[in-house]
């Protein structure tokens, strides 16, 4: 029966993704000094690169529950303006499932003569190719449905993104458009979307010259097809120690729009909550953390929570310390 049930899920949760996670979904890798895997004008902002491998997993002790792989790499072209960046991914989702390439091109306006002060304003484009499958092999039905191919159904589709950048020593803007082209495809068989735009805007301040930092933060999502509106405010807070710096956050992600639902002969309505909390520590040049996304509400498919972990290093040798600031995004 629970098996059932997750098919059921899994197949609802395809349709309702298709138009809100279309390409990498938006979870909270960000905040692991990971702002290029969202904002495409992050790509390069300050000298050498980054390299950002990601996995995520939910719900440890259901088959098939959804888990996400990504490989991010950025980096500066020298002493140019120029920054490029690439990024490979893998999302599973039940009988549902992703692939996907980006390659990005960023250019950093740099104000003021003093290459110390970090004062940029950046522009960024990715253009991807994605293969998104549904696999309906499994499905079985008494009396035949139309809309169940039983076939393993794969579509491939071509998108760019489009974001820009402000960072002003420890202040950080971004505004990014993922998958601004029109994209139909006919996966569904009955349902074809094209119209898959996303918005994202962040903002975020790191409060501190001491050996004690702090940086909130919010980043809001909005969904054009279904007019969804997410926000996550974080917090974060760094400590340095002799071997490098440690750091701990908190954020919270709640939808602006809620579902309606009926138990117990009484309706309620819920919306999204997902409280995660965040550590890590950056050693010489790697970079390691763990997130664990928990869902509060009601309703909910399973007790368990999201687990994330990324793991990073800073190559090139311009990379250490670039910049008089606390800006993890560019030293």
């Known amino acids: 029966m629970r098996k059932i049930l997750f098919i059921l899920f899994a197949y609802l949760s395809c349709v309702g993704a298709a138009n809100a996670q ?18 495409p004008s992050m790509a390069g902002i300050g000298l050498g690169g980054k390299i950002r491998l990601t996995a995520r ?14 490989l991010s790499v950025n980096y500066r072209l020298g002493d140019s303006p120029s920054g490029v960046g690439a990024i490979l991914f893998n999302d599973a989702n039940g009988y549902h499932s992703q692939t996907g390439f980006k390659a990005t091109y960023a250019h950093h306006l740099q104000f003021g003569e003093d290459i110390r002060l970090l004062n940029q304003l950046s522009f960024g484009l990715s253009a991807g190719v ?16 139309p809309i169940i191919s039983g076939a393993r159904n794969s579509v491939g589709y071509f998108n760019v993104d489009f974001g820009m950048s402000y960072n002003y020593m420890e202040f950080y803007a971004h505004a990014t458009l993922l998958n601004a082209l ?4 006919d996966l569904y068989t009955a349902i074809e979307f094209d119209n898959l735009r996303r918005y994202l805007f962040s903002v975020g301040y790191i409060f501190g010259k001491t050996e004690w930092r702090v940086e909130p933060s919010i980043l809001f999502q909005l969904t054009e097809f279904t007019e969804e509106e997410t926000i996550d405010i974080n917090a974060k807070v760094y400590r340095d120690v002799p071997f490098g710096t440690v750091w701990a956050g908190l954020s919270y992600r709640r939808s602006f729009d ?25 050693y010489n040049r790697f970079m390691f953390s763990y997130n664990y996304s928990y869902q509060n509400g009601d ?6 929570g999201f687990h994330q972990i990324t793991l990073g290093y800073d190559f090139g040798p311009e990379r250490q310390n670039r910049f008089d600031c606390f800006c993890p995004a560019a030293n």
């Open 22 to 39: 279309e390409g990498i979904p938006v979870y909270f890798d960000y905040l692991s000094d990971n702002y290029y895997l969202v904002h």
């Open 57 to 70: 997993k939910q719900w440890f002790n259901v088959d098939e529950a959804p888990n996400l792989q990504t």
């Open 130 to 145: 994605i293969l998104s499958s549904l696999d309906e092999t499994e499905f079985r039905s008494v009396i035949p449905d």
């Open 182 to 185: 029109g994209s139909g495809r």
């Open 258 to 282: 809620g579902a309606q639902y009926q138990a117990n002969g009484q309706f309620g309505e819920q919306r999204l909550q997902l409280f995660t909390p965040i550590v890590g520590f950056n």
């Open 299 to 304: 309703i909910r498919f399973d007790n368990g």
